[in-house]
């Protein structure tokens, strides 16, 4: 890497630099705000978004489950 002689192309290249970062956070802030999240959720239903998509979870018998809504849905009426 070549060393910058002038402030300019420091500033330059620490602009260039957060510019990447802001596109790389759009991109993930993307893909993770096409995943949905179930509106019709028993309030005891917790929903965790992550880079793979959608995962719920419900504390059922003293331990954390998870599955699909329906499934944890039925688990905690029963």
């Known amino acids: 890497m070549k060393k910058p002689l ?11 630099a957060a510019a990447d970062e802001a596109i790389r956070w ?13 509106a019709d959720l028993n309030p005891a239903i917790g929903a965790l978004i992550t880079a793979k998509g959608v995962k719920y979870y419900a504390y059922i018998n003293g331990q954390y489950t998870e599955g ?11």
């Not at 002038?6 to 260039?16: E, G, P, Q, R």
């Not at 759009?26 to 179930?38: G, L, M």
């Open 6 to 16: 002038y402030l300019s192309d420091v500033l330059a290249a620490k602009n260039k």
């Open 68 to 78: 699909s809504v329906d499934a944890l849905t039925a688990a905690l009426s029963a």
């Open 26 to 38: 759009a991109k993930a802030d993307a893909k993770q705000a096409s995943f949905k999240v179930a």
